[in-house]
């Protein structure tokens, strides 16, 4: 079956097709990446079914995720592309233009802090200033300073080698 025709199975003629987002958002691109790649075709005697769930190919959620991202501006070719790639959480850009970023968002505009992240670093293309980690202290330090006796770590065995 191609692409573009109705199914003849029995679950798709009870259910019906997904609908299309109205407003599409990165998610709903992010889902429809994930449909595609997922619930791809897998060729068997009886046909090509969906390696996903076994539907006929293409299944509901392969013809969904196919409509989400031909409604988001990438074409077959694109599609395909993705499907050859394999990797379900490959980032497509939103809002999508084929010649490169969108000028709906410029590439430096970004929010200058984000929840409970620092500031990116102006000198360093974006990115976050590093900072040396927190050290942690170790459960006999902290014991030791609480008053209570600790033990030292076992360095040799208690118990006699088998020889």
């Known amino acids: 079956m191609r692409v573009g025709e109705q199914s003849t199975d029995p679950i798709d003629l009870v259910l019906g097709e997904v609908p299309v987002p109205a407003p599409l958002t990165p998610e709903d691109v992010r889902l429809a990446v994930r449909a595609v790649v997922v619930h791809t075709a897998e060729e ?29 501006g990438l074409n077959e070719r694109q599609i395909e592309a993705l499907i050859q790639h394999g990797n379900p959480f490959v980032h497509v850009p939103f809002p999508f233009t084929a010649t490169g970023p969108s000028s709906a968002r410029p590439t430096g505009a970004r929010p200058a802090t984000t929840a409970g992240y620092p500031a990116p670093a102006p000198g360093r293309g974006g990115l976050p200033a590093r900072h040396q980690a927190a050290r942690v202290t170790p459960a006999a330090v902290r014991q030791a300073s609480a008053g209570r006796p600790v033990t030292p770590p076992v360095t040799a065995p208690r118990w006699p080698r088998a020889s």
């Open 44 to 72: 068997w005697p009886t046909g090509p079914l969906c390696r996903n769930d076994g539907a006929s190919y293409p299944c509901r959620l392969h013809r969904w995720g196919r409509r989400v991202l031909e409604t988001h």
